[in-house]
């Protein structure tokens, strides 16, 4: 099992599926409004430290130890320092992509899509040598209309676009978490590979 100070993957992975049910209830609770990707990508970061993640084995947008600098940067990294490289040694890392209720047109929707696809899961995939089983995508998915719970649930080149993301992540060996309304408009959290 990967492991970095004492901290393992799956102990990492438990973190972020805590913290992505804390932000489902404080969703739910309309304690929060997260317009930006980026409001996502700190809140988790902070649950992660409230739910006893250690701060110096949090990161947000670094580098990771065994790739080129100026390489890709990931959005949140549980790892250790490694001090004289500048760089994180990794057990999880977490990239983020959240679709918009409010303000995104279909067409920013399917460029957001389009990302997952053509960036982050990439980026994932770049690095299977170096953590093998420490990489996850999550989609915060905030899409609700009286036709649709979440942006996931319509298609991409007729097939479900949840569907065809999970033939994606699985063949890669990424794990999958799917945070989006259900039919009474709540959040919920899935791990779906």
């Given at each position: 099992m990967e492991e970095s100070a004492g901290l393992e993957t799956q102990a990492a992975f438990d973190l972020l599926?805590?913290?992505?049910?804390?932000?489902?209830?404080?969703?739910?609770?309309?304690?929060?409004?997260?317009l930006l990707e980026a409001d996502v990508t700190a809140y988790l970061y902070h649950r992660l430290l409230e739910n006893g993640c250690s701060p110096a084995m949090v990161y947000n947008e670094t580098r990771l130890c065994g790739m080129s600098k100026g390489e890709r940067k990931y959005d949140l990294?549980?790892?250790t320092m490694n001090i004289e490289h500048a760089c994180i040694q990794p057990v999880l890392v977490v990239?983020?992509?959240?679709f918009q209720r409010w303000g995104h047109s279909p067409q920013q929707h399917r460029r957001r899509f389009e990302g997952i696809l053509n960036e982050d899961l990439e980026s994932l995939g770049e690095?299977?040598?170096l953590l093998h089983n420490g990489r996850a995508e999550v989609v915060v998915d905030l899409v609700y209309t009286s036709k649709r719970t979440g942006y996931l649930s319509g298609y991409w080149k007729e097939e479900k676009r949840l569907d065809y993301l999970v033939t994606q992540f699985k063949e890669r060996n990424i794990a999958l978490f799917w945070v989006h309304p259900n039919a009474q408009d709540e959040l919920e959290v899935k791990r779906l590979t």
């Open positions: 599926q805590k913290s992505l049910q804390d932000f489902c209830e404080a969703f739910n609770r309309k304690e929060i409004f997260p990294v549980i790892g990239q983020v992509k959240v690095i299977t040598d």
